[in-house]
């Protein structure tokens, strides 16, 4: 089963004045995959999804919104 999820990763980059270049380089991604992740284009696995919240210095909750 497929989970849809959205995300606030770009408004809370722009928290955080990062790029999509800086967020990249704090989670060992290329700058291209976190642009796919804002779409909703990529599925991401759990751990880099904890990485992108800890880069952002959110919760993960506040960062992937699970949509039921």
Do not use: C, P, W
């Amino acid at each position: 089963m497929d989970v849809q999820y959205s995300n606030r990763i770009k408004e809370l980059r722009a928290k955080n004045d990062l790029t999509q270049e800086d967020l990249a380089n704090k989670v060992n991604v290329r700058r291209e995959t976190i642009g796919h992740i804002e779409k909703g284009k990529y599925n991401l696995s759990l751990g880099l999804a904890f990485k992108i919240s800890r880069a952002l210095n959110e919760n993960i909750e506040d960062v992937f919104i699970v949509d039921d």
